[in-house]
């Protein structure tokens, strides 16, 4: 056990710790340490305000202050650091984002390269030659509904000095759209379940140029990257292109490209495939 890696989990946006715990389980059952990580303001850090609750009440919710309020992308890096610090002492670590995690993730390995052994992007933001706010203007995204979370936005971001959303919601159009931006192949009752563990609040520091990948820290990390062939929040094109530039700026150690089959949240729910995958990466 002692030469296994840990694996540290980072959550993409409005999520948390609580989405890798089936995964976590089937990695312990194939004898694998992994723990997953609670950036600040999430979790049971989290705001979740009475408003938000049965009944709601939408102009309350749209008021009330939150904890993530004024959270930056230098805090999630320094807590993940703190997490990876400490697995360190465990033996090799292996640092595994999804979505928006990427961004904090690319962020760790530009400061604390040698706190990894390597790191996973699971269809996760590799912000390489643009910011993230600038791929979503790119051909790769034409597709993507910018609306789907619009739809559910409660409050001004910028009076709040964070982003709302109401994944509580009973509008039949913004639970349509949720479901078909990240997770159109799952059942009804497995996407509200999801869903149900969704927090309303995020930050709002998506990283400058700053934070894009870095050649001479992050580049000398062995890489994968973890396809989601039926994503349609980050959708296979843009994964490609983020993959197509990395490899450009770091040639001599490419990304080692997998695929799981399946949306946004798939693998999350259902992660048999991604815990064969890990184990994999492990015995390598």
Not at 67 to 86: C, H
Not at 132 to 156: F, H, I, K, R, W
Not at 209 to 223: F, L
Request: hydrophobic share 45%; proline share 6%.
């Amino acid at each position: 056990m002692q030469n296994l890696p840990t694996f540290v989990f980072v959550h993409g946006a409005f999520a948390n710790s609580f989405s890798f715990a089936p995964l976590q389980a089937e990695l312990a059952l194939l004898g694998h340490r992994s723990v997953a990580v609670d950036l600040p303001g999430h979790g049971f850090e989290a705001t979740f305000p009475a408003a938000y609750q049965a009944p709601q009440i939408l102009d309350a919710l749209a008021a009330e202050p939150g904890s993530i309020k004024g959270v930056t992308l230098a805090d999630n890096t320094a807590r993940v650091i703190e997490v990876l610090e400490r697995a360190k002492r465990n033996g090799p670590t292996v640092l595994v984002a999804h979505s928006r995690g990427g961004i904090t993730t690319t962020a760790v390995a530009n400061a604390r390269p040698e706190l990894i052994d390597r790191i996973v992007y699971v269809a996760a933001w590799c912000p390489v030659d643009l910011d993230v706010s600038g791929y979503y203007t790119q051909p790769e995204m034409a597709d993507v509904d910018a609306g789907a979370l619009a739809a559910a936005l409660v409050g001004n971001p910028a009076e709040l000095g964070l982003l709302r959303t109401n994944f509580r919601t009973a509008d039949p159009a913004a639970l349509a759209a949720f479901k078909q931006a990240l997770a159109a192949d799952l059942t009804d009752d497995e996407f509200r379940t999801f869903l149900n563990t969704f927090q309303p609040d995020e930050n709002l520091d998506a990283g400058t140029s700053a934070d894009r990948a870095q050649a001479t820290t992050w580049g000398r990390i062995p890489k994968t990257y973890v396809r989601l062939a039926a994503d349609a929040s980050v959708p296979l094109a843009v994964q490609d292109r983020m993959i197509r530039e990395a490899d450009a700026l770091t040639p001599g150690n490419r990304f080692d490209v997998r695929t799981l089959e399946g949306s946004h949240l798939r693998w999350l729910v259902h992660p048999k495939p991604a815990a064969e995958l890990f184990a994999d990466l492990a015995a390598r």
